[in-house]
């Protein structure tokens, strides 16, 4: 049975598409709708493009009610009957009632090795750390934020003189093979992690 994706955006999309240029021939899933909180994402006119229904749900009308953005956004998601959802970009913080509501089959993408860096500029804590390398995670989603189980990690070597910026984009290159690898695994009902290299 063919498994329905949801994926979450708040900007560009790049592991999107990754992700859904990846679901293609005897992928055990096919991309079933791309939302995001961020009106203006540009993400969304690229999963467009590639035929994939899209919404929006802004947070900002619901002035910080955080319930009732994500009961909006329930509602949305569940009209298009995923299986599974992907946080690709996604930058809202989800409370625990929607992440009980998905988990098991809701995934992120994190850009550093979790256990390490959780939350916010990652690659910029890397540096400062003075760390040899660095890198992306794929992690099921619980209600501790960038906590859940790994399902997948690939590592960068940090190079002398590297930026937040340049390693962010070394990061990028790996995320985007990495998220379809896990995804791929884990439709076919497959949990044990992925490392790359
Ligand atoms: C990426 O760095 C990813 O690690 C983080 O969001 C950033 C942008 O992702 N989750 P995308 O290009 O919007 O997929």
Redesign the pocket.
Known sequence: MTRRVAIF?????????SLVDSMTGDHPARPCLVISNQPDAG?LAKASAKGIPTAVVDHRPFKGDRAAFEAELARVVDAAKPDILC?????RVLTEGFVSRYEGRML????SLLPKYRGLNTHARALEAGDAEHG?TVHEVTPELDDGPILGQARVPVLPGDTPDSL?AR??VE?HKLYPAVLRRFASGDRSPIYLP
């Not at 946080?87 to 930058?91: K, P, Q, T, V």
């Open positions: 955006i708040s900007g560009g999309g790049s592991n999107m598409v993400g946080l690709a970009g996604f930058m992120n993408i994190h850009p992306c962010a990061v990028l995320e």
